[in-house]
Nanobody, 124 residues
């Protein structure tokens, strides 16, 4: 079981930027695909982006392509989500999670461990 802690959320104006961090514990961190999801009240948790174990493959939800960048530093056991040109529809609680699959899945059920989430609010 990998323990995950998200940080970096906050309140920003539309067009602004935030950088989220997902800090992990556990010696097997490099064996995990890491994904970011977001959720708003009354809506299903949705996939935002994911990155493979080595950081050589990434997947993005269409609506964030060109604006969000996922990266990882395995030595520091941390995954980052750089979010630029934020829009009000990006508002939500952002969660990071890990999967043992060898590809980046987009369904929440494929991820085994989750962080507590960090709130991102984008005002218009």
């Amino acid at each position: 079981q990998v323990q995950l802690v998200e940080s970096g959320g906050g309140l920003v104006q539309a067009g602004g930027s935030l950088r989220l961090s997902c800090a992990a514990s556990g010696r097997t961190f490099t064996n995990y695909v890491v994904g970011w999801f977001r959720q708003t009240p009354g809506k299903e948790r949705e996939f935002v982006t994911g990155i493979n174990q080595s950081g050589t493959s990434t997947v993005y939800k269409d609506s964030v392509k060109g604006r969000f960048t996922i990266s990882r530093d395995n030595a520091e056991k941390t995954v980052y989500l750089q979010m630029n040109a934020l829009k009000p529809e990006d508002t939500g609680v952002y969660f990071c999670a890990v999967s043992l699959l060898n590809i980046v899945p987009t369904n929440a059920g494929a991820f085994a461990s989750w962080g507590q989430g960090t709130q991102v609010t984008v005002s218009s």
